[in-house]
């Protein structure tokens, strides 16, 4: 009898640890990432609210390209599953192409 309430605590431990791990990933996923590195300007909080979802600040940094390409990187996003309407893709278009426009060489 005393070994079933050691396996039955052990068991009882196991899972009061899963479900405090568990509880603490989905805080944790819940919290906006930080955008160093993100000036403001129009359309900001639109590029951070709808694309920080998937992707990481790093991104923009290592993928620029002029309004035109980030348009079309938007609108491949559309056809990936992205529920976006034109001004929401017209702003983050502007922004990107403002903010992370191709590096003069």
């Known amino acids: ?6 396996g039955t605590h052990l068991s009882s ?11 603490s990933r989905a805080a944790l ?3 906006r990432p930080k955008a160093p590195g993100f000036p403001d ?4 909080e639109t590029l951070l609210a709808k694309c920080f979802q998937c992707h990481s ?6 993928h620029r390209q002029d309004r035109r390409g980030w348009e079309s990187v938007l609108y491949r996003m559309v056809g990936r ?3 976006w309407t034109e001004e929401e893709i017209k702003a983050m ?9 191709r590096r003069p060489q």
Not at 93 to 101: E, F, I, R, S
């Open 1 to 6: 009898m005393e070994a079933m309430k050691d």
């Open 13 to 23: 431990v196991v899972f009061a640890l899963l479900g405090a791990l568990l509880l």
């Open 29 to 31: 996923a819940q919290d």
């Open 41 to 44: 300007a129009p359309g900001k």
């Open 57 to 62: 600040a790093g991104m923009w940094m290592d």
């Open 81 to 83: 599953g992205a529920l």
């Open 93 to 101: 278009a502007d922004y990107l192409g403002t903010v992370y426009a």
